[in-house]
């Protein structure tokens, strides 16, 4: 039975919903949305992307995507599934089955999706891939902060060998029947990734064991500890020939630029994404990012 939150979504007009959003939103994103309103200032040679953002805030809700393409995603429904075997929820996700954690709702798998489909829109300063920029056929993947496994099942066909880093227990139940048709080509490794080995942790000179011959892609979206697994691919970074590499740079104020300094320092090329995200953490003001890293060498 569907509820009155799907009914509201689907017939209201967007405009109303709007309204009724900016209004209903919660204290703290009210407050963080009026300190940007406020305080952001257009970052040079950038100001059409915070003057967009700014435009949207003044009429829009408290978002970290503050920008008007990312509304179509709203609204987002699709089909949900429940694997009765397993007793798990799943959606059909690119023709396959990517499923979430037992507990959820499927408020909460529509809430996850439109968060994801908002993150990977060529618009958005979070899309990992461009059309420049692709996981080639053959690679062998890293994907370090996999929550529900999205990225790495789009590519899965092409891809010769995948590593799955996710630290989250329930993430690696779901990922481990995401993946399970592939299950001869996909390692999923339970820890948080570090610059050494131990009980909860590992680095990745310590799984991977590089051939030269082969083409490698690294995806890094792991809450701020980017530079600190870097320390523990010391290695992978001197014998790598040809790599990729995705990595989120939002995480702490000075990322952006000490990212870009350590890979362009060890003969990657370095671009960032286009346009910006808003950081929020409880400890700091919100502020406009840049958000991810490409490179390659």
Not at 44 to 68: C, D, G, M, V
Not at 103 to 128: P, V
Not at 208 to 237: C, H, N, P, R, T
Request: proline residues 2%.
């Amino acid at each position: 039975m569907k509820s009155y939150k799907f009914y509201w979504q689907k017939y209201a007009p967007q405009s109303i919903q709007s309204v009724v959003k900016l209004y209903s939103d919660s204290d703290l994103n009210k407050a963080r949305r009026s300190f940007l309103l406020k305080n952001s200032k257009p970052i040079k040679n950038q100001q059409t992307e915070i003057q967009e953002a700014i435009s949207f805030l003044k009429t829009h809700r408290f978002s970290s995507l503050p920008y008007f393409w990312s509304l179509k995603y709203d609204n987002f429904t699709t089909e949900i599934y429940f694997d009765k075997q397993f007793s798990f929820h799943y959606i059909i996700f690119e023709g396959k089955k990517l499923y979430f954690p037992k507990h959820y709702s499927q408020f909460q798998i529509l809430w996850t999706m439109r968060g994801i489909l908002k993150e990977q829109d060529r618009n958005s300063a979070h899309c990992y891939l461009t059309d420049e920029f692709q996981v080639e056929n053959g690679s062998i993947v890293i994907d370090g902060g996999v929550a529900e496994g999205s990225f790495s099942l789009s590519i899965i066909e092409k891809i010769k060998k995948l590593y799955l880093i996710e630290c989250q227990p329930e993430w690696i139940e779901a990922l481990k029947l995401t993946f399970f048709p592939w299950k001869d080509k996909v390692e999923i490794i339970g820890k948080y990734l570090s610059d050494s080995d131990s009980e909860n942790t590992v680095s990745v000179d310590n799984f991977v064991e590089v051939q030269e011959s082969e083409k490698y892609f690294v995806k890094f979206d792991i809450e701020g500890y980017e530079m600190l697994a870097f320390e523990g691919m010391k290695k992978f970074f001197d014998e790598t020939k040809n790599l990729k590499m995705c990595v989120c740079t939002y995480h702490h104020e000075e990322d952006a630029q000490n990212i870009n300094k350590y890979l362009t320092d060890k003969g990657l090329n370095c671009n960032f994404s286009d346009s910006y995200i808003v950081f929020v953490d409880e400890n700091e003001v919100p502020g406009f990012r840049k958000a991810l890293i490409r490179t390659e060498k």
